[in-house]
Each structure stands twice: as C-alpha cells, then as structure tokens.
C-alpha cells in the first residue's frame, strides 16, 4: 500500500470535488425515524454500555433491528495487531457494549467477525476485542480462508464486477457494521464503507487490481448493513489505517441505517492530517452518493444529536 503524506492527499482528495452535487436518494428511516444520531460528551467514554443504549434510543432501540431468534452479524474493524489505544481498530469496549445490547434481544447467534489485513492470531491476541467478549454469548471470527467466502456478481459495479464477500455478510439476519474513525493513507478516510472490505476475501486487490475508491463504492452496493455504529471515542487523524498517529479525542458515537451519512459525519469529527476535509472531498464517498448507496447530507430536522 502506497503511502500518502498530508501535501498528497489533500490534493488528491480535492481532485475533481468541485462541481460535484450533493443530492442522493439515500434512505429514508423507517416510521419517519431520524438518519442520523449523534452522541458526545464526556460521558460517552466512561460509560459505553449506557451510551449505546442512548445512542439507540431515537432509532427505536436494538430491538427495532433485532428480533428473538434472528442471526446477528457484527462487523468492528480488526484489522491490526495494533493496542486498543492506538486507535487502528474499533474500541474493545464499544463492541462489548453493542454486543449486550444485541443479546438482549435474544438472538440465536451473535457471530462478531473481520477478515484482518494483518495475521489473524496477531490481530485477536493484541487489540483487546477477545478479552472485552468473554464471558459473553458470542461467537468471534476473523476469515480468511476461502471456504468463508462466496462469489458474488456486482452488477452496479463501474471498477469491480465480481468479488467474494464472507457469506455471514450475504445471509444474517441482521449485519451491524461497527467501525472506527480514522485517518487512511491510500483512500483518505477509513470508517464505514471502507471497513467494509474486511468482509472480502482479497483485499489486497483492492490497492492493485482496482481503482481503490471505485471498487469501495462498488463493494457497498452489494453488501449493506442494516445498522451502522461509529466509534468516534478518538480518532488518529494521521498515518492511518495502521499508525500510530496522532489523536484527537472526540468522544463521539454515530448511528444511522445509511452508511454513508454517517461516514459523512465521520470524517469531520476531526481534521485529518491537518485539514479539515469535507465529505464530498473523500472519493469513495462520493462516488457511493453518486450510485445511490446514500446520502452525504442530511437535513438537520433528521439529525438528532445527544450529550451524555
């Protein structure tokens, strides 16, 4: 992977951003819900169990996404053997706390998995994730074989045409998408959408083979979290995916059923190497409004944000 200082990647994520409209079909929240839910405060951090349950509450609650006997798939990022405060991969307290919130509702299996970029048994014995899910209900799984996996066809798909995706991710009842926000050396941002390329079985085509901000829009339309959190608790706005970078504490936490909006939110809980980079300015979040994955703009009267 190419690395990307701060001079070239603000040029690169200015390219071609003039102009560009911000209309998307996006997706309406069901029973005139909000989009968008936005909670901060010192709070947040101290107390992630009750903050889930907070962040949840405008959207109806787990239980509006999760019904007793149902499949759960969960979806933090893994990817690195790096330590929880490092900040590469998603707090391991944050997916506890949505995993006991998941379990609430009476699933009949709660799976919590990612294909890392780095070694599976480096990753899960360095990030903290397996030692926050003891003594829980839950199944982890990092694959990376491809027996895991299933080809699928991408229609839409203007870079990627074809690719296989873990099959949890085709067929759970409900796939919660929980990753972290933070700086990317090659795409500029890393949250949502490009976390979901720990759902695939070759990532490393996505940094060869394929135009990398294409081929992620590509991915999200094929494959769509009915929840999407955002662990916004500190974001390393440099040297990302892997770091270490630096910091900014933001004490924040995003829920919304269009990834793309809150990705859109995401990206501005902090200027990323330096700048203070707008949405429309990361390319594969554009190009994913621009296929009608979302939105990237929200009108206000469909945000709610909390303080905790």
Do not use: W
């Not at 759960?72 to 391991?92: C, D, H, W, Y």
């Amino acid at each position: 992977m190419a690395k990307m200082d701060r001079r070239t990647f603000v040029k690169s994520a200015l390219a071609g951003a003039a102009g560009v409209a911000l209309a998307g079909k996006g997706l309406a929240a069901p029973g005139g819900k909000p989009e968008l839910v936005v909670l901060s405060g010192a709070g947040v951090r101290s107390g992630l169990d009750d903050a889930v349950a907070k962040l949840l509450e405008p959207l109806g609650g787990m239980k509006a996404f999760v019904r007793p006997g149902q499949k759960v798939l969960i979806k933090p990022n893994m990817g690195f053997p790096t330590p929880p405060e490092q900040r590469a991969t998603t707090s391991p307290a944050l997916v506890a706390a949505v995993v006991k919130q998941v379990l609430e509702c009476k699933p009949s299996l709660v799976l919590v998995a990612d294909n890392p970029v780095r070694r599976p048994e480096a990753c899960i014995r360095t990030n903290g994730i397996r030692e926050a899910l003891q003594g829980l209900d839950v199944k982890l799984l990092l694959p990376t074989e491809s027996s895991f996996f299933k080809k699928v066809d991408v229609p839409k798909g203007k870079s990627l045409r074809r690719v296989e995706i873990f099959r949890e991710a085709l067929e759970a009842d409900v796939h919660i998408a929980l990753p972290v926000a933070k700086s990317h050396n090659a795409a500029g941002y890393s949250g949502a959408l490009k976390g979901m390329m720990g759902m695939i079985l070759d990532r490393e085509s996505f940094h060869g083979r394929y135009d990398l901000n294409q081929a992620i829009a590509d991915l999200n339309t094929v494959i769509r979290p009915t929840l999407t959190i955002l662990d916004g608790l500190e974001v390393m706005t440099t040297d990302g995916p892997a770091g270490p970078g630096k910091l900014v504490r933001t004490d924040t936490l995003l829920a919304g059923i269009d990834p793309v909006a809150v990705d859109a939110r995401g990206v501005e809980l902090a200027p990323l190497y330096g700048r203070n980079i707008k949405a429309r300015q990361i390319k594969h979040l554009r190009f994913a409004q621009q296929m009608g994955v979302g939105r990237l703009s929200v009108p206000q009267d469909r945000v709610v944000q909390l303080k905790l």
